[in-house]
């Protein structure tokens, strides 16, 4: 039974792989960091399959007792202070967890067992200012929020120990990708939740910044499959992951509104504090090589990932349940 490490279990994708990999009959371990209150809400449905470990990618010493302790055969860092507004007021954190968080991980991999397999979730904020439309592999970075600029050294520090210590680690340039399990402060899970608060009379406006901004928006179930896939090939290389199709924020919001018959115009502020002190406008990615090397494409449709979010959202205001 292969053995795989999660960092960032309790996160969208960290819950979404664990599910996956568990299909694929992994033993699964989830390094998750020491908070005041469980945040297991995510895992609650696979927990007893899954072996939680305790571990922060600000502290080296954890990383290297976990890995000698288990022996994985496959490491996802998906661990990460992911949230790009939150980059601007705590710079230096993002910097070590993102950043450097990154090399603590890869450092503890070449002491302990160089011979394992380590992916390393890149983000296409990297591309930021974009140099070319639509972005892939090749496409120059600018990245544009603090957060974008630690991605950039993750992604490098990444292929540097790649091609100083031959390990084999790879990096996924994955677009946004978004589902019920979103957290709710990235846009696309603030509109559905919002979207079912009104519909069912428990809210009356939602606030917003940029509406014009445009983001290559899939559904994180597709995506950790790609993830997985990048590991199993024994050259290791980095692949961009993205449906090739960009929407802006106001094409959200009039697929959300209009799926339960509102007018998204009636509701929505747009509210100063919402706006970043730089902008990515436009992100598309050409997913081409990971259609070609991996056998890797998208199948959920913008129309049904907004519609599942809806769905979701509408189902858990209903029941006064938990967020995801
Ligand atoms: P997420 O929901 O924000 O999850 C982030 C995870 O990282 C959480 O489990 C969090 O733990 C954990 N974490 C944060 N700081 C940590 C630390 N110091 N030590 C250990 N764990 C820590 O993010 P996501 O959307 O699943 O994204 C997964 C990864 O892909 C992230 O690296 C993100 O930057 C990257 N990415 C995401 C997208 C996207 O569209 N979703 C696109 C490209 C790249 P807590 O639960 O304790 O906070
Ligand atoms: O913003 C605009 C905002 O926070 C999307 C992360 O997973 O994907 C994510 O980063 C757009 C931006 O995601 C609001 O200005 C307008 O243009 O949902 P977001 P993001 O910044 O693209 C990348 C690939 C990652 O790697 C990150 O980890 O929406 N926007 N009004 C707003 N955004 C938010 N959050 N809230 C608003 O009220």
Redesign the pocket.
């Known amino acids: 039974m292969p053995k795989a490490l999660i960092t960032g279990i309790t996160g969208q994708d960290g819950s979404y792989l664990a599910e996956f990999l568990l299909r694929q009959g992994y033993d699964v371990v989830g390094m998750v960091r020491r908070t005041s209150t469980i945040n297991f809400h995510r895992l609650m449905h696979i927990q007893d399959k899954i072996t939680l470990v305790n571990g922060d990618l600000l502290d080296q010493i954890s990383l290297i007792h976990i890995l000698e302790e288990h022996r994985h055969d496959e490491i996802y860092n998906l661990a990460?202070q992911?949230?790009?507004?939150t980059s601007w007021t705590q710079p230096v954190f993002t910097g070590e967890v993102t950043a450097l968080g990154v090399t603590r991980l890869l450092d503890a991999v070449r002491i302990v067992n160089p011979q394992i397999r380590f992916y390393q979730a890149s983000?296409?904020?990297m591309f930021g200012k974009v140099r070319e439309v639509p972005q892939k592999e090749t496409t120059p970075f600018y990245p544009r929020s603090p957060?974008g600029v630690a991605?950039v050294y993750g992604h490098w520090i990444t292929v540097n120990y790649r091609e100083s210590y031959n390990l084999h680690a790879v990096s996924g340039i994955?677009?946004?990708h978004e589902s019920p399990r979103r957290g709710l402060?990235?846009?696309?899970r603030?509109i559905t939740h919002h979207v079912a608060k009104i519909k069912l009379g428990l809210a009356h406006e939602l606030?917003?910044?940029?509406?014009d901004?445009r983001?290559d928006w899939g559904f994180a179930g597709d995506y950790v499959d790609a993830m997985w896939r990048m590991l199993q090939r024994d050259d290791p290389a980095d692949y961009v992951v993205a449906t090739g199709e960009t929407h802006s924020?106001q094409d959200f919001l009039e697929e959300a509104f209009g799926y339960v018959n509102l007018d998204w115009r009636d509701y929505v502020v747009q509210d100063p504090r919402?706006?970043?002190p730089a902008?990515?406008d436009l992100l598309v990615g050409d997913a081409s090589k990971a259609g070609r090397e991996l056998g890797w494409e998208p199948r959920v449709t913008f129309a049904e990932l907004v519609r599942m979010m809806v769905d979701a959202d509408t189902k858990m205001v209903e029941d006064g349940g938990t967020p995801m």
């Not at 606030?207 to 509406?211: F, S």
């Open positions: 990460a992911s949230f790009v507004q983000s296409s904020e957060y991605k994955l677009f946004n402060e990235f846009v696309t603030k606030r917003l910044g940029n509406l901004s983001r924020v919402f706006m970043r902008e990515v």
